[in-house]
Structure formats: C-alpha cells, structure tokens
C-alpha cells in the first residue's frame, strides 16, 4: 500500500512533500482543518483529501480509519502532536512528524508501553529535525560504543525560515535551552555555551547551544548520557539570544506573543526554489570517551526543507514497506547511521 494521511497538508513543508512523493512511489491524503485550504489543494494535485479538527476527536478517527500511517506535519507540535498520537493509539495507525521540539520527543517516548499493546509505531522529528544529527550521532556511538559526552552541531547555509518554523521557535522563545548531563536534561540559559566548529573544508562557524531535538532522541538512540546541541549563527545573533535570558518573561507575554505571531503572518512564507537549490546543511558531531579519546564526523546535504521533505517520505516509505517496530522509536535508533546516506546528495566527510 502506498498511500498515507498527510496531515497540515497546507504548510509549506508539506507543500514539498506532495510534490516529491510520486518519486518514493507514494500518494498521500490530504489533511487538514480547514476545508478552505485543503479542497483546493487536494483538487489541484488530483489528490484524495479529508478534514478533521485537531480538537475533534472523532473527526480525527474517521480520518485515520483506513490508513495506516500518518505523517504529521501540522505544528507547533507542541500543542498537535498529542491529539494526533492518541487518535493513533485507538485506530492503530503508525505516527510520524517532522517536529524537533524536546518536549514533544520527551512525551512520545512516555507513550511507548502504549504504542507497543497497539502494535503501532511512534517516530518523531523524521525530518531535518533530526535524522541527520540522529543519524550522526548513531554513527559516532558505533565508532566508539563507550562514548560518555557528545556534541552535535548543525548550519543550514544560505536557507531561510519557513512561518511554521518561525512560529514554533516564538512560542518556545525566553523559555532557556537545555543539555543533557549525567542522562537528565538541564535547563541553562540561552547561547549557554558558544564554540567555533569546523564543518569541513575550513569552514569554520560560531556556534551556540540551542534545545535541539537530539537531547531527547539522541540519548535514546546511543545512550550517551551528555549531550549538548549548537546551531551556527552570527555574532549578532548568538548576542540576541543570550539577551532574551533577561526578556523572558516579556517575551512570553500574550499580548508581545500576539503581536509577533501578527508580524510573522505578514512576512514568512519559506524559501524559495532557487533558495533551496543552493542552499546545503552541514552538520558536526564529536564523542568523547571517559579515557579521554575522541572521534569526529561531518555531514552535508541538500537544504534542510528540501532535506526534510526528503527524509520524511523516506522513512513514510519504509513504514509503509513494513520496516518498522511498535513503540517509540527514533531514526536512526531503528535505520541505523546510514539512513541519511539514502538520501540524495548527502555524504559524510
């Protein structure tokens, strides 16, 4: 069977997923809330569609009733993940998205003794976030399987935010950053910590700590009890992050919230195909063992939108193909180091 829900349909990721999914022999319904959006859309690609409510539980079963999985593309996914997950849990349906929200990682694995009674699976983040940090990080445990500390870095070079990513780093900023340490996550500040990486090639980058996806997924996946994840930015950024440890309380005001979310909906939509066809992420990882050894690794791919889209049919492929196992499950904890490899144009340095 090759067809699965879509659901967020009308996003802009998941704009790019119907557009590449005849290439990985796919078909997907899609989904939504609004029947506004998605009638068109359904219409213009000669696509089946539904409409369900987030909040409509029923709507949501009727929706899932006869597929098997759903690729969850609807965020912030720290308010849709869980009503999807458990409209999942009572139809039996195997659940992907594409978040990278800690939290949201953290509460599917609690759901894992549920998922495996229902003989479903549940994988976050099968997108940029986070299959090739997870799947970086699982190849440096397997060079060295004794690894206590690891360090994870990422640059998206020459992309853009999408409104959904945007959206989803207003509603978590002045909340802090986290690290892993000793198997529990840590809330610091902000651009806790600022390093300069080398990505490959010489191309050495400022980084700064941010509450990466791999703190939750990365730690199921290999093990390691601490971790830090660092995003790329400029000197002027790194600066304003470490600014809003003292404007947290402003910036998650309702009335600061509002106004933001309104400038947002004015001024993103994503990156455009030329944006995305010279655009690359990079991506660091470095393990560290008690003796002190270290190991090193690096990645480069398409952009991560493009890369997201690519991933996510990827692994919808597999479930769909019957690879896959019930309960919580990470991607490269279930594929493996080299899943990112199938991937087009990605190699590892």
């Known amino acids: 069977m090759s067809t699965f829900l879509l659901y967020g349909a009308s996003g802009y990721t998941a704009g790019l997923i119907i557009e590449q999914a005849a290439a990985y022999g796919l078909t997907p319904v899609l989904a939504g809330r609004s029947e506004a959006k998605i009638r068109p859309l359904a219409e213009r690609h ?82 940029f976030d986070v299959v090739p940090t997870d799947c970086t990080a699982r190849y440096l445990k397997d060079q060295l399987p004794d690894a206590t500390h690891l360090e994870l870095a990422f640059a998206n070079v020459g992309g853009s935010l999408s409104h959904g990513t945007a959206l989803t780093a207003l509603e978590n900023a002045g909340g802090g950053g986290f690290v892993r340490e000793n198997g529990k996550l840590k809330a610091v500040p902000n651009a806790h910590k600022v390093m300069e990486v080398d990505f490959a090639g010489n191309r050495k980058r400022l980084c700064m700590t941010i509450p990466w996806g791999d703190l939750a997924t990365a730690y199921r996946t290999t093990g390691i009890p601490n971790i830090e994840t660092y995003m790329a930015a400029p000197q002027g950024q790194i600066l304003g992050a470490k600014a809003m440890n003292y404007l947290g309380g402003l910036l998650r005001h309702p009335t600061v919230q509002n106004f933001l979310r309104k400038r947002l909906d004015q001024s993103l939509t994503g990156p455009d195909a030329a944006t995305r066809q010279n655009a690359r992420t990079l991506v660091w990882g470095r393990a560290r063992n008690a003796a002190g050894k270290t190991v090193e690794t690096r990645l480069e791919g398409p952009e991560g939108y493009t890369l997201t889209a690519q991933a996510a049919l990827l692994i919808t492929h597999k479930v769909l193909d019957g690879q896959l196992k019930s309960g919580y499950q990470t991607p490269a904890g279930l594929y493996g180091a080299n899943l990112i490899l199938e991937i087009p144009g990605v190699k590892r340095n």
């Open 46 to 127: 000669g696509l089946a569609y539904r409409i369900a409510d987030l909040g409509d539980a029923a709507a949501l079963d009727r929706a899932l009733a006869d597929l098997p999985v759903v690729l969850h593309c609807a965020g912030p996914f720290s308010r849709t993940a869980r009503p999807m997950q458990e409209a999942c849990l009572r139809q039996g349906t195997h659940y992907l998205d594409i978040t990278g929200e800690v939290a949201v990682f953290e509460a599917g694995a609690a759901l894992d003794q549920r998922a495996k009674e229902r003989g479903i699976m549940i994988m976050s983040g099968v997108g």
